[in-house]
Nanobody, 125 residues
């Protein structure tokens, strides 16, 4: 039900835009999040957005560089990543918190109910 895409290899300082396609109109009422997992590390929260797109949250490590957005008409969620650093290298996952019309964005992986398959982002120095 969630399909992430847009990953790739980019040089440090470059940009990528990740996309997450959702199926089913109920996703438009869910909080959506992006997480990432680097080799040997736990999966961590990157960014989240509430159902309307009016509330967002970011990990400190990506604030000012990444922007999450959504288009509920197209059933898409995006993560624009600018000024990429080698430490951003990871598999990126989109996820959905199925509590409908909730505005408080949580950062715990256990709070999210649906997960995409992940897309690899590699930033070279």
């Amino acid at each position: 039900q969630l399909q992430a895409s847009g990953g790739g290899l980019v040089q440090a300082g470059g940009s990528l835009r990740l996309s997450c396609a959702t199926s089913g109109r109920t996703f438009s009422s869910y909080i959506m999040g992006w997480f990432r997992q680097a080799p040997g590390k736990e999966r961590e929260f990157v960014a989240g957005i509430n159902w309307s797109g009016g509330i967002t949250a970011y990990a400190d490590s990506v604030k000012g560089r990444f922007t999450i957005s959504r288009d509920n008409v197209k059933n898409m969620v995006y993560l624009q990543m600018n000024s990429l650093k080698p430490e951003d290298t990871a598999v990126y996952y989109c996820a959905a918190d199925k509590s409908p019309f909730r505005n408080s964005i949580v950062v715990l992986t256990s709070q999210y109910d649906y997960w995409g398959q992940g897309t690899q982002v590699t930033v070279s120095s």
